[in-house]
T-cell receptor, first 117, second 115 residues
Framework: GAVVSQHPSRVICKSGTSVKIECRSL??????MFWYRQFPKQSLMLMAT?????????EQGVEKDKFLINHASLTLSTLTVTSAHPEDSSFYIC?????????????FGQGTRLTVV | AQTVTQSQPEMSVQEAETVTLSCTYD???????LFWYKQPPSRQMILVIR??????QNATENRFSVNFQKAAKSFSLKISDSQLGDTAMYFC????????????FGKGTKLSVKP
């Protein structure tokens, strides 16, 4: 299957700083990528949909100024957690779908465990 | 709006035995796709199996098979000859046909395979 690479896999940052997470589709083009947050023992919660060349669409309750999403190319989307606080500590996962194939499954990155101290 | 329900938060099975995980969904559309994803302790999401709604035949992938009941809107996953490596969270997911949108996930079932 297609490969989605997400980096870093783990990051620890100080409260008040910003952290950038990258999501790359390695062998396919993805016009749309998705960013999820996952709390322990829970399902994936969609945060935002990242569209190449346009503004991201955020789910209700997700602060767009705090979680900045940039989708500059067909293979790269980034999530920046700005002015991070301990409550932002969580597991973040990206996924992408292959634009050439409708109805294909989503391919997921390895996830990023963010710890804000 | 479409919803996906997994009514079993946790299940356990003995190694080499068979286990079935339940999933129901709600939609008024006729063209859609269903998936089962596995999330092991590494937390990497792995596709286990997919089913196209227009196909009557149940999908099968080695030890994994589904029981797709379209009228009942049920999509259960059967794991045969369970192995220790099957221990994971299992998520049922849904997407409308022709959509480039996000998958809709159930809350997941934590499966533990015991030696």
């Amino acid at each position: 299957g297609a490969v989605v690479s997400q980096h870093p896999s783990r990051v620890i940052c100080k409260s008040g700083t910003s952290v950038k997470i990258e999501c790359r589709s390695l062998d396919f083009q993805a016009t749309t990528m998705f960013w999820y947050r996952q709390f322990p023992k829970q399902s994936l919660m969609l945060m935002a949909t990242s569209n190449e060349g346009s503004k991201a669409t955020y789910e209700q309750g997700v602060e767009k100024d705090k979680f900045l999403i940039n989708h500059a190319s067909l293979t790269l989307s980034t999530l920046t957690v700005t002015s991070a606080h301990p409550e932002d500590s969580s597991f973040y996962i990206c996924s992408a779908r292959d634009r050439r194939i409708m109805n294909t499954e989503a391919f997921f990155g390895q996830g990023t465990r963010l710890t804000v101290v | 709006a479409q919803t996906v329900t997994q009514s079993q938060p946790e299940m356990s099975v003995q190694e080499a035995e068979t286990v079935t995980l339940s999933c129901t969904y709600d939609t008024s559309e006729s063209n859609y796709y269903l998936f089962w994803y596995k999330q092991p302790p590494s937390r990497q999401m792995i596709l286990v199996i997919r089913q196209e709604a227009y196909k009557q035949q149940n999908a099968t992938e080695n030890r994994f098979s589904v029981n797709f009941q379209k009228a009942a809107k049920s999509f259960s996953l059967k794991i045969s000859d369970s192995q220790l490596g099957d221990t994971a969270m299992y998520f049922c997911a849904f997407i409308l046909g022709g959509s480039q949108g996000n998958l809709i996930f159930g809350k997941g079932t934590k499966l533990s395979v015991k030696p």
